[in-house]
């Protein structure tokens, strides 16, 4: 028993082409790439370009294609197709009892599921399908029982090389005979599709899209790392969109490491922690973002060079960022379903607050865990960060160290020539700011609270000393 093979995801969709246009296509997804033609691009094109060899046409010379194994000819043979949801069994068929013909397959459409079994021809008759005898049967009555399949459909078929003339309609003593299309009709490829599309999956950019009046989530739009080229597809349902949706994710998450490669390639010793595409809330821009080992950089594309890698449209240090928020988004009749992100950066203009919308809960979750662990680790290999004060009015230096804690000394060419203060973290029992550039720290010693003017925004060190914290709490098995 012929069974049917498995092939790379295919199926028909319909492409926006316009606000409100939409053009039938086929898509069909390989390891490193989505491509969308014309739906009828593959029987047009076997017309005209496809060898004579080949089985996946409609064209009466087929039939008597050296391709068509010689032992099947007149033999009874089995097949099993697993219907696709949609361009179910993709063949078309001729003939029928008030033709005086059998039912014969007269088109296979490429990518289709008769075309994935590799085990069906033009040219065939089909005697039945789930056991329903169809030797005896009208056009119409065969068209019904096909239609009529549940998902798997057993096909007994025979290859009758002597019946190719009953495809040329014109031939002369032969009465014309209709065909019956896929389950899906196929529609006539637009002008504007007239060249098939393809999006490399390598860092492309795949989300689930809503497009009011229609509320069925059938929609998902993939773009290209550059941002060059999209598509704009529309399933039948939202079941169908999921699995493409899924399916696309998939392949693409399988490049990442290319990508890695690719990037680290332009930067030698740039460790890559993790990489992809988020959207920022009220801008609602996708960025493509970078997570090394020390900060997170935003993109506008996938970099090419190591000029534009090094050039970030923004760059967060990982040891000022903290995940203040991770969950479902503000509750609103149309977000409710939104997975987000919240961000706090220390900076030297203040405290920086950053919403950013992911499409899945692994997504969310996987940046959640790596945004705090990025903190975390970073906080443990820069150890230590100094910036210049004033301390009772005397010019000095502040160091806070991971395990030394924090230092006030006096610096001369930039050695340490005096030690003003030394206190361990533990130490520390409380800390504050005024925002402006004033930081005061609460070691509970005969000094009390000591003011340490930092001459500018303290926020960047208030976040620093969390960072650190936070990390010698981790140190220690507990979460921070």
Same mark, same amino acid.
């Given at each position: 028993?012929?069974?049917?093979?498995?092939?790379?995801?295919?199926?028909?969709?319909?492409?926006?082409?316009?606000?409100?246009?939409?053009?039938?296509?086929?898509?069909?997804?390989?390891?490193?790439?989505?491509? &969308?033609? @014309?739906?009828?691009? /593959?029987?047009? $094109?076997?017309?005209? !370009?496809? #060898?004579?060899? *080949?089985?996946?046409?409609?064209?009466?010379?087929?039939?008597?294609?050296?391709?068509?194994?010689?032992?099947?000819?007149?033999?009874?043979?089995?097949?099993?197709?697993?219907?696709?949801?949609?361009?179910?069994?993709?063949?078309?068929?001729?003939?029928?009892?008030?033709?005086?013909?059998?039912?014969?397959?007269?088109?296979?459409?490429?990518?289709?599921?008769?075309?994935?079994?590799?085990?069906?021809?033009?040219?065939?008759?089909?005697?039945?399908?789930?056991?329903?005898?169809?030797?005896?049967?009208?056009?119409?009555?065969?068209?019904?029982?096909?239609?009529?399949?549940?998902?798997?459909?057993?096909?007994?078929?025979?290859?009758?090389?002597?019946?190719?003339?009953?495809?040329?309609?014109?031939?002369?003593? &032969?009465? @014309?005979?209709?065909? /019956?299309?896929? $389950?899906?009709?196929? !529609?006539? #490829?637009?002008? *504007?599709?007239?060249?098939?599309?393809?999006?490399?999956?390598?860092?492309?950019?795949?989300?689930?899209?809503?497009?009011?009046?229609?509320?069925?989530?059938?929609?998902?739009?993939?773009?290209?790392?550059?941002?060059?080229?999209?598509?704009?597809?529309?399933?039948?349902?939202?079941?169908?969109?999921?699995?493409?949706?899924?399916?696309?994710?998939?392949?693409?998450?399988?490049?990442?490491?290319?990508?890695?490669?690719?990037?680290?390639?332009?930067?030698?010793?740039?460790?890559?922690?993790?990489?992809?595409?988020?959207?920022?809330?009220?801008?609602?821009?996708?960025?493509?973002?970078?997570?090394?080992?020390?900060?997170?950089?935003?993109?506008?594309?996938?970099?090419?060079?190591?000029?534009?890698?090094?050039?970030?449209?923004?760059?967060?240090?990982?040891?000022?960022?903290?995940?203040?928020?991770?969950?479902?988004?503000?509750?609103?009749?149309?977000?409710?379903?939104?997975?987000?992100?919240?961000?706090?950066?220390?900076?030297?203009?203040?405290?920086?607050?950053?919403?950013?919308?992911?499409?899945?809960?692994?997504?969310?979750?996987?940046?959640?865990?790596?945004?705090?662990?990025?903190?975390?680790?970073?906080?443990?290999?820069?150890?230590?960060?100094?910036?210049?004060?004033?301390?009772?009015?005397?010019?000095?230096?502040?160091?806070?160290?991971?395990?030394?804690?924090?230092?006030?000394?006096?610096?001369?060419?930039?050695?340490?020539?005096?030690?003003?203060?030394?206190?361990?973290?533990?130490?520390?029992?409380?800390?504050?700011?005024?925002?402006?550039?004033?930081?005061?720290?609460?070691?509970?010693?005969?000094?009390?609270?000591?003011?340490?003017?930092?001459?500018?925004?303290?926020?960047?060190?208030?976040?620093?000393?969390?960072?650190?914290?936070?990390?010698?709490?981790?140190?220690?098995?507990?979460?921070?």
């Amino acid at each position: 028993m012929a069974a049917a093979l498995k092939a790379p995801k295919s199926g028909l969709l319909e492409l926006r082409v316009a606000v409100e246009r939409w053009s039938r296509v086929l898509a069909a997804l390989s390891g490193d790439a989505l491509t &969308v033609s @014309p739906a009828e691009a /593959s029987e047009e $094109s076997c017309k005209s !370009k496809a #060898p004579a060899a *080949a089985p996946l046409n409609g064209e009466p010379s087929s039939l008597s294609c050296p391709n068509v194994p010689e032992h099947i000819s007149s033999v009874k043979r089995t097949v099993r197709v697993t219907k696709q949801d949609v361009g179910g069994l993709g063949i078309s068929i001729k003939g029928g009892k008030e033709n005086k013909m059998p039912i014969l397959i007269s088109k296979i459409f490429k990518g289709l599921a008769a075309d994935q079994t590799e085990a069906l021809y033009v040219g065939d008759a089909i005697l039945s399908v789930n056991g329903c005898d169809l030797r005896e049967a009208t056009h119409d009555e065969a068209v019904q029982a096909l239609k009529k399949t549940g998902k798997e459909v057993i096909l007994e078929v025979k290859y009758i090389k002597e019946m190719s003339a009953f495809f040329k309609s014109a031939s002369p003593g &032969v009465p @014309p005979v209709m065909d /019956s299309p896929p $389950s899906t009709p196929q !529609k006539q #490829p637009d002008p *504007a599709l007239t060249e098939t599309r393809t999006i490399p999956l390598k860092m492309c950019h795949t989300t689930r899209k809503q497009c009011p009046p229609d509320t069925e989530d059938r929609y998902f739009e993939v773009v290209s790392a550059d941002r060059k080229k999209s598509v704009f597809l529309r399933a039948k349902d939202p079941a169908m969109a999921q699995s493409w949706y899924n399916a696309i994710q998939t392949a693409s998450a399988a490049l990442l490491c290319t990508v890695k490669d690719d990037l680290r390639a332009l930067q030698p010793g740039l460790d890559i922690r993790h990489i992809g595409w988020i959207i920022e809330q009220g801008s609602e821009r996708p960025v493509l973002a970078v997570l090394t080992d020390r900060d997170l950089m935003l993109y506008s594309s996938l970099p090419e060079s190591r000029e534009s890698l090094n050039s970030p449209d923004k760059s967060h240090p990982l040891i000022t960022t903290r995940l203040v928020h991770s969950g479902p988004g503000k509750s609103s009749s149309v977000q409710d379903s939104e997975l987000t992100f919240g961000l706090r950066l220390g900076t030297k203009q203040g405290v920086e607050t950053h919403l950013f919308r992911v499409d899945t809960a692994k997504d969310l979750s996987t940046w959640s865990h790596l945004l705090v662990e990025g903190c975390h680790n970073a906080a443990e290999l820069i150890q230590e960060v100094t910036t210049a004060c004033s301390w009772n009015g005397q010019q000095c230096m502040l160091s806070v160290h991971i395990d030394n804690g924090f230092s006030l000394f006096t610096e001369e060419a930039g050695v340490r020539r005096h030690i003003l203060l030394q206190q361990p973290f533990e130490r520390l029992r409380m800390s504050s700011d005024d925002g402006v550039r004033m930081i005061f720290l609460d070691f509970g010693g005969p000094e009390a609270e000591i003011q340490l003017d930092l001459h500018a925004c303290p926020k960047t060190i208030v976040f620093i000393i969390h960072s650190f914290l936070s990390a010698k709490v981790k140190r220690l098995g507990l979460l921070a």
